[in-house]
């Protein structure tokens, strides 16, 4: 009885991608409210948090590779181990006279161990599973990672700002050195949780079986890797399909980090002047609430209309609400109920149209001789997007000013429209085989 206890997903799947999660936006969208509280401009913070999301980008690059060794949950723990030992190493570091360079440092380090993290993590979830569970369980992996950015983007900003003003008695308003104590231990924080995760793995999660075309040498590794890309390159359609996986979020990565800057920063330089405690609450829960919200809906509405014929549709939802990040710019509201409605409406519509965008990368993109591996590199496409646009977001919000930056991402959803209008459809809807998405895909709902 204990031993089929121990092997019951429901112990290991909500935990494994709660802790990928946890650790993804942490490093991705928690280190650049740090950055921004600790005296950073948008530009450099923005700069600095996006460079974060290239190992994720990447990593269909070096997968072959963890294939090779050991077994999965040993890369799972190893992982999870040095992710707690890196966030107390970050709050430890922040007491050094130059811990900005440091603390960038360890955090690109973290990034590269997430990134493995979620490789192996996936690689524990299709190796263990068969097909049925996996469909079985799919929607509690993907509720289990999406309470990560609410613990992450909601609950350790709240308690970063509550800590700030109430326990070390520092101005809010204030951006500067000051924040340093109490973001020490929010890290040390989430070193905590994440050992407690390794450490439960440790009893509960399975090895994880060997995939059947696994890798032997590093040769046969390289030559896998290839082969994909050959194959990959060779699809009907492949560069519009391209476009289509990296312009259709083109004005989400131009909004992704200067959303919550806008947030926080003072009425007098254009922003709302939010304490990061109301930021936590209405960007970090209301907006990811109205997320899955958007998503669950989206995911019935293509199950019923089809993908092809609601595609644009889709595209719109993801794209015309930014206009209510405009709206508050120009008005600069101070009653919360209005903020918070404008954040949700954004938020909801863009998870009712990213699914669409999940789904076209699932059944167009993906189909083929590596379909799983095709599939991240159309996220990865996606991923690449939110990078260079968040590394260029804060200069161009700096030059531009709130309302004009914002009027900027609206003009740049004209792309997202032109290459949904013209995206190829070359698979048919019903014979596209069904694919459980990696975790990390839902990053996007952030």
Not at 102 to 119: E, H, K, P, R, Y
Not at 291 to 319: D, E, H, K, W
Request: hydrophobic residues 55%; neutral net charge; charged residues 10%.
């Amino acid at each position: 009885m204990k031993s089929a206890l121990r092997r019951s997903p429901l112990l290991w799947v909500p935990s494994g991608y709660f802790t990928m999660a946890l650790t993804y936006m942490t490093l991705t969208s928690v280190t650049a409210i740090m950055f921004k509280n600790l005296g950073m401009g948008n530009a450099q913070a923005a700069e600095y948090a996006s460079y974060l999301i290239l190992a994720y980008t990447i990593k269909p690059l070096f997968a072959p590779f963890v294939e090779m060794y050991r077994t999965k949950k040993f890369f799972v723990l190893c992982a999870q181990l040095t992710i707690a030992l890196g966030f107390a190493g970050v709050a430890l570091a922040m007491t050094l006279p130059n811990y900005m360079a440091v603390l960038v440092f360890l955090f690109g380090v973290l990034s590269l161990i997430g990134a493995t993290q979620d490789i192996a993590s996936d690689g524990v979830y299709v190796t263990s599973l068969d097909t049925k569970a996996q469909s079985l369980y799919c929607g509690i992996q993907s509720l289990s990672w999406n309470i990560g950015p609410i613990v992450a983007s909601g609950g350790l900003v709240y308690l970063s700002g509550w800590l700030h003003k109430n326990y070390f008695h520092h101005d809010a308003a204030v951006f500067g050195p000051e924040w340093i104590d109490a973001w020490r231990i929010i890290f040390f924080i989430v070193a905590g949780i994440t050992l407690a995760m390794a450490l439960w793995h440790l009893r509960v999660m399975p090895d994880g079986a060997k995939a059947d075309n696994a890798p032997t040498s590093v040769a046969d590794a390289t030559h896998i890797l290839v082969d994909s890309f050959l194959t990959f390159f060779q699809k009907r359609g492949v560069w519009t399909m391209i476009a289509f996986a990296f312009l259709f979020r083109l004005s989400i990565g131009l909004l992704e980090k200067i959303g919550p800057f806008f947030m926080v920063d003072p009425v007098a330089k254009g922003g709302l002047g939010l304490s990061n405690e109301l930021l936590g609450i209405i960007y970090g829960t209301y907006g990811l609430i109205a997320v899955l919200l958007g998503s669950l809906l989206g995911g019935i509405f293509v199950a019923r209309r089809g993908l092809q014929s609601t595609l644009f549709l889709l595209c719109c939802a993801v794209n015309i609400p930014n206009v209510t990040f405009l709206l508050l710019s120009i008005y600069q509201p101070h009653d919360l109920f209005v903020i918070s409605a404008g954040v949700a409406v954004e938020k909801f519509f863009f998870g009712f149209g990213s699914v669409g965008f999940m789904i076209y990368l699932m059944q167009q993109l993906a189909p083929g001789k590596y379909t799983t591996t095709h599939y991240a590199f159309g996220t990865g496409l996606m991923g690449l997007c939110m990078m260079l646009t968040g590394i260029v977001s804060g200069h161009l919000q700096q030059a531009l000013g709130y309302v004009s930056y914002f009027s900027l991402v609206m003009a740049a959803t004209i792309p997202s429209f032109l290459v949904t209008w013209f995206a190829p459809f070359h698979v048919k809807e019903a014979d596209a085989a069904p694919l459980a998405a990696p975790a990390t895909t839902q990053a996007a709902s952030v």
